[in-house]
């Protein structure tokens, strides 16, 4: 049985998931981030630093020593028994399924209808775009080659244009037929 | 007839296309072009008169009024046995369902066109083996269609399509009827090899994830060319 909570996406718990495998440091934590997550947006330093003294300081992780693997002397950290119970209760929460339409798309839309603007061609514009992203991404994910971390990341992202895509269309449809119904009324 | 276009133009073109079937219009004034070795998405709602300007563009329906222009030579002022040769050596179809012959093993349906257009068995049946092997189906030379998954007919299909070394490829749906791991895989095949051998594609589809293998996409709707964007 999931819990439902108001768990929300984070860069503790990513962290805290990539320490599961064993201590490690900013630097190492920041390349495997990237390495997992391909298609988001790179973690900053500052960023995986911050969270790293965040998260010692309530208690999920605590600094190990320190290691220079022959190069500069680096912080090590390990998850506590703390965290790993905090991480294994956020991978089972489900996440709220949309709970609020909050999409620069749709709005995009909206505003266009209420100012008398021309949504049509706003959404063909917008579709050009995101057909060039999903080209982008499907010639990624079908290199020869292309790791399992790519594949998945690729994946996620083309079907979640694809659904813009389809809402896409069928606003286009609805707005072509309340025209129509518009014009000969 | 495989050599010498004759204009730099597009390798296939298609325009002002009307065509009727009974009382309704599929096609009121469609234009489309195809370069060589490029893999056109046509997409578009049901009933926009997608499959009515493939099988146009392909020599399969002539018609009512417009032109098609296949490397500078006009399909409709060819006699339909110059068609029917064109059609043999210089396009290979896929559709949703393969349609393949089900008496026919894997193997022998490949071979098929090699062998109409005057190959031996021996001959024929050994390519047939190479393009199965190219697409997967390796060691699924003796099955009938009966016996295959969807995406073994459909991977069957696109070897018997692209078994005479066509320069166009028409896909009608092709993943259509396939799960979506089984789509990827056959669009996956289809455009290595189309890329590979410099093969042309129009790629009929509704579903914007298989267009998305394209290079560019138009849409139709309502028998005409929808406008187009432009990704600003």
Redesign the interface.
Known sequence: MYAVHNGAMSTRHILLGLLASGPSHGYDLKRRHDERFPQARPLAYGQVYTTLQRLVRDGLAEVEGTGSDGGPERTMYRATDEGTRELTCWAGEIAPPAPFVTNEIFAKVVVSILADGDPA?Y??????????R??E??AVK?A?GADLATVLSADFA??H??AD??WM?TTA?RLTTLTAEVDTA | MSNGDNTAGPLLAGRGLVKAHGRTEALRGAGVELNAGEILALTGPSGSGKSTLMHCLSGIVRPDAGTVTYAGRRLEELPEERLSELRRTEFGVVFQFGQLIPELTAADNVALPLMLAGADRATARSAAAEWLERFGARGQEDLRPGEMSGGQAQRTALARALVTGPRVVFADEPTGALDSLAGEQLMTALVHTARETGTAVLLITHDAQVAAYADREVRLRDGVLAPQGVAA
């Open positions: 061609a959404l063909r514009a917008q579709r050009a775009a995101h057909m060039d999903m080209r991404l499907t079908s020869k083309l079907n244009l694809d895509l389809r269309t449809d």
